[in-house]
């Protein structure tokens, strides 16, 4: 059977390139870096010019990137340390109600100890209300963290206008960029970004591996306590190989951005309009293509399970991802689509579909086929449809 993946952005297969740059760091160079001899001066080279790649692909300096192992923890750890490090200027942070588990749940926590989180809603296609989330600063604000782009329905944040305004009213600005980084141009300096989350499995690097980047000169608490590591930062034992497979990913990722964004949303603008075209009782949810992610879409079959149809194309070898992964095995709705006002019922039938550089319009035309026959034969079967379509307000 052939098996279609549409859901990198759960995580994206590991690029054969970047196997082979860590392969001797799995095998023959295997001194621990933070050693003074040549074991350990041959890994600690190896990191430094990693460091040297992501640095430059998000247009910071080398010593501005602390490797972490992964964006949960990069999440974690800037904003529980920028609220250690700034509570006596203040415990108030501003997010939005779409943000990842990793940085909503944080803020769980950061608000069961004493801070104060304000969240700046959205409108429909996910955007956040960037004149509403001017009004929410206070004097008592010490951060506002934001995502660049939403990892179900794909929406691109205004980063460069959400940065301007915390640095007009010099608040720091955190974002998730997990999504964003290797899809689309981010430079945070020209954005005004203080601190950026990223994860390598997002593009085609190794799982277990990401970074966070903090701008010289800001002072964040350590989350991870330990040996010197990271500047004294971030203690652990160096992940060598893990480390050279990111900056390798990176480098990969983004020296090619704008081919691969006109590439892969070709093939995700085919699929849209043919789902649109061909599926009814469809609705695209998310921001217009040049608000979005090249490789996302998002649909909610009306009157449906999302589960359901994941199950069916599951069956079919095509796998997908209803909600985000993280909260399926809960039938929770959506966080992101109730926030942008989707109604629950179109929130439960919805699936994201999310594309690689190797999905092609062929693999798409199959992918419609099978979509189809699902969603007929799970409308049939649905007493939703029979009974409550046109009239499911009243549910
Ligand atoms: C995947 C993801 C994370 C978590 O990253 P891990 O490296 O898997 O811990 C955080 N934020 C967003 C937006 C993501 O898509």
Not at 144 to 150: F, L, R, S
Not at 152 to 168: L, M
Request: aromatic share 8%.
């Amino acid at each position: 059977m052939e098996r279609i993946y549409l859901d990198y952005a759960a995580t994206a297969p590991l690029d054969a390139r970047v196997l082979e740059e860590m392969m001797p760091y799995l095998t023959e160079v295997y001194g621990n870096a933070s050693s003074q001899h040549r074991f350990g001066q041959v890994a600690q080279m190896a990191i430094d010019k990693a460091r040297e790649r992501v640095a430059k692909a998000i247009g910071a300096k080398p010593n501005e990137i602390y490797f972490t192992s992964g964006g949960t923890e990069s999440d974690n750890w800037a904003i529980k340390g920028i609220a250690e490090a700034r509570k006596s200027k203040g415990r108030h942070i501003i997010s939005t109600p779409i943000e990842h588990h990793a940085v909503l749940h944080t803020l769980d926590w950061l608000k069961s100890h004493g801070f104060e989180i304000t969240y700046v809603p959205v409108d429909s296609v996910g955007k956040v209300k960037l004149d509403e989330l001017e009004k929410a600063i206070r004097p008592d604000t010490i951060l506002i963290t934001v995502m660049a782009a939403n990892n179900e329905v794909g929406t691109i944040q205004s980063i460069a206008e959400i940065g301007k305004i915390a640095r007009e009213h010099g608040v720091l600005f955190h974002t998730d960029a997990v999504q964003a980084v290797g899809s689309i141009p981010i430079n945070v300096k020209d954005m005004q970004i203080d601190l950026l989350s990223m994860s390598a499995h997002k593009f085609y690097g190794p799982k277990g591996i990401g970074a966070l980047y903090i701008r010289n000169g800001i002072k964040v608490d350590k989350l991870v306590v330990g040996g010197a590591q990271e500047r004294t930062m971030r203690g652990g034992t160096y992940n060598t190989a893990a480390i050279v497979g990111m900056g390798k990913a990176i480098e990969l990722a983004t020296e090619n951005l704008d081919e691969y964004a006109k590439k892969i949303s070709e093939v995700r603008n085919y699929f849209v309009n043919k789902v649109l075209n061909e599926i009814p009782e469809v609705i695209f949810n998310g921001a217009p293509f040049e608000d979005r992610l090249p490789n996302n879409a998002n649909f909610a079959f009306k009157y449906i399970e999302g589960e359901g149809i994941l199950m069916t194309l599951d069956m079919a070898g095509i796998a997908v991802s209803s909600g985000s992964a993280c909260s399926s095995g809960s039938l929770q709705s959506s966080h992101v689509l109730l926030a942008m006002g989707l109604e629950e019922v179109f929130a439960h039938g919805s699936i994201r579909f999310t594309f690689g550089r190797s999905t092609t319009k062929e693999n798409v035309d199959y992918v419609v086929e099978i979509l189809k026959g699902a969603v007929n034969r799970l409308r049939a079967m649905s007493p939703l449809f029979n009974q409550l379509k046109g009239d499911v307000t009243d549910v």
